[in-house]
């Protein structure tokens, strides 16, 4: 009968050291991330029993020469879990290894494990930009333009129709998405055309055309990227004209980038200066030498005279890093019988 009681606690005494040995040479399972978005936080998961000694995470960004440590706490019964703060995840990547007590339990010192860093998707969109720029967020840019529709004749009377807009604007690229760009600007926009009723124009006696437009204008816009390859730019006018200060605006959509290849559609609008829709193509593709063709359907610069279109082709030349010079050329009329044309010049310097 002692016997037995004897080979009885042998046997627990024998199973209660294979189990303390099974738990202390249980493996600690880890399995790394594929790839983590820089400026987010990097969470390492270990699998573990209770009886492991305590795990620490050693980890670096790739290039430097010491690790950083953090302990994983524990998650549940079999996880321990360690979070890597999002300041400390760059590119191009985190180097790191696992260590339980002092073993090595994932990767080592010597041959760390690497987590590549990518760049979150709105980051890069912005890398992208900045290189097309050249880095140059600020723009300073001036044009000027004259617009003539053509001479009538009533009795001795010439009828001329014509104005010429001056602008200036200085513009930064914010980057901010959707936010791209802010542009601040002025306008100048004068002519002579003929004034609503010419039934009395044989008299020399009564003037035919009348100025129209206006010499002061201050305007603010917006520049909107909701996606990449799509902007919509909308800007507020303040002029001050013959009858008192106005308002006017402008929004344009356009598809593809300003200064290459795109399609634009816009409308802008001048209270008593009139109106004008436009459609505009663009391309890019001889390098440094940006071409534009314009089709514009207007009736400035009075919004009481007829509509009238346009039709103008722009191109432009790089002549030093960041300058650019342009030039526009083209035609206009209101009507079949008469016609005009439109040239202007701009320019513009990136910094």
Not at 16 to 29: E, K, M, N, Y
Not at 30 to 56: M, R, W
Not at 112 to 129: F, G, N, Y
Not at 254 to 281: P, Q
């Amino acid at each position: 009968r002692s016997a037995l009681p004897k080979a009885v606690r042998r046997l627990i005494i024998i199973a209660g050291i294979l189990v303390s040995a099974a738990a202390h040479a249980a493996p600690v399972r880890h399995v790394p991330p594929a790839n983590v978005t820089a400026g987010s936080s990097l969470e390492l998961v270990a699998e573990a029993p209770p009886a492991t000694p305590k795990l620490v995470a050693h980890y670096r960004n790739i290039g430097m020469g010491t690790f950083a440590t953090m302990e994983l706490v524990r998650r549940d019964d079999a996880h321990w879990v360690a979070v890597v703060p999002a300041t400390a995840v760059i590119a191009p990547g985190v180097e790191y290894y696992l260590v339980a007590g002092t073993d090595p339990v994932f990767a080592s010192p010597q041959w760390p494990h690497t987590i590549p860093v990518h760049a979150s998707d709105t980051e890069q969109r912005r890398t992208r930009d900045l290189t097309r720029i050249d880095s140059k967020r600020s723009r300073v840019a001036g044009s000027f333009e004259w617009v003539d529709y053509g001479t009538r004749t009533i009795g001795n009377q010439k009828l001329v129709d014509r104005y010429y807009r001056v602008d200036a604007a200085f513009s930064y690229r914010l980057l901010a998405y959707p936010l791209e760009e802010l542009r601040v600007g002025y306008t100048q926009l004068l002519g002579d055309t003929e004034v609503g009723d010419t039934t009395m124009c044989p008299n020399p006696a009564q003037p035919c055309t009348a100025q129209a437009g206006y010499k002061v204008g201050g305007w603010f816009e917006l520049g909107l990227g909701p996606v990449e390859g799509v902007r919509l730019d909308g800007r507020l006018l303040v002029m001050a004209t013959q009858s008192g200060f106005k308002v006017g605006g402008r929004i344009e959509g356009r598809l593809g980038v300003l200064e290459g290849s795109h399609v634009a559609m816009g409308v802008e609008s001048m209270a008593d200066v009139g109106i004008n829709g436009y459609f505009r193509l663009g391309w890019g593709t001889v390098p440094g030498l940006p071409m534009a063709a314009t089709v514009e359907i207007t009736n400035m610069p009075d919004a009481d005279r007829p509509t009238g279109v346009r039709l103008y082709y722009d191109i432009a030349r790089t002549v030093a890093p960041g300058v650019r010079l342009g030039l526009r050329a083209g035609y206009a009329a209101r009507d079949q019988r008469i016609a005009g044309f439109t040239t202007g010049a701009n320019a513009m310097v990136d910094f």
